[in-house]
């Protein structure tokens, strides 16, 4: 199943990658701020509403954006239900099975640290004193980041890449998702995980399937740090 929209504007594109990039770099440079040469970890408080304030903040400008790049063309975005809910099914469980399945060889991977470590999410511990606000960011983190993240890299950025191919366009859109995340060594996680959800889009012609896909991931690492 492949999508049937005409080609999208080239301007589009550049804007598209444009936006990319500058997520990219101002992660990247957040990410080795005053590390002095050594790579420093990203902490992210769960139990703080101001990270829920300034997300929902972020993610609102960001997904703004996105909406200006596909102005008149929202079809880009391809935000619809996939044609067979069973097929998608199917293939988003073939999706998360892979997932799965990488991300326990990417543990035996010797890294200076570990990806979730890397991203700042692990080992917080549950704290029922602060569980609204652990609440709230999970709404952020498991809800909120999926929905504009795909629309961003599975509905604009692989419908303004198809027409260099099926395969690049997802190949690229998987890199471009994990290099925004502004990480080093999570890049061995991540950049299959867009590969793989960007298959998925591939598929069901839908970014449907694989925000679900997202959403349920970004919820088991979030409920397994502060269980661990």
Known sequence: MTDATPAPSRRRLFFWSLFVAAIAALNYAAR????????????ISLYSYSTFAGGMVVYAVWLGVVLLICIDRFDLLALRAPRSWK?????ALAAIAAIWAWEAIATTIPLPQSPGREQGITNVHWEPAHAGAFAANFVLLAIVA?????????????????????????????????????????????????????????????????????AAFNGAALIAAVLS
Do not use: Y
């Open 87 to 91: 097929r998608a099914l199917g293939l």
């Open 146 to 214: 999926p929905f504009v993240e795909e629309l961003t890299f599975r509905g604009a950025g692989q419908s303004l890449l198809r027409f260099l191919g099926r395969t690049p366009s997802i190949v690229i859109v998987g890199v471009a998702f994990g290099l925004a995340h502004g990480l080093v060594e999570a890049l061995i996680v991540l950049v299959p995980f867009g590969i793989i959800v960007a298959w998925l889009r591939d598929r069901t012609a839908s970014v449907v399937p694989g925000m679900f896909v997202h």
């Open 32 to 43: 080795f701020a005053g590390s002095s040469g050594r790579h420093a970890a990203r902490h």
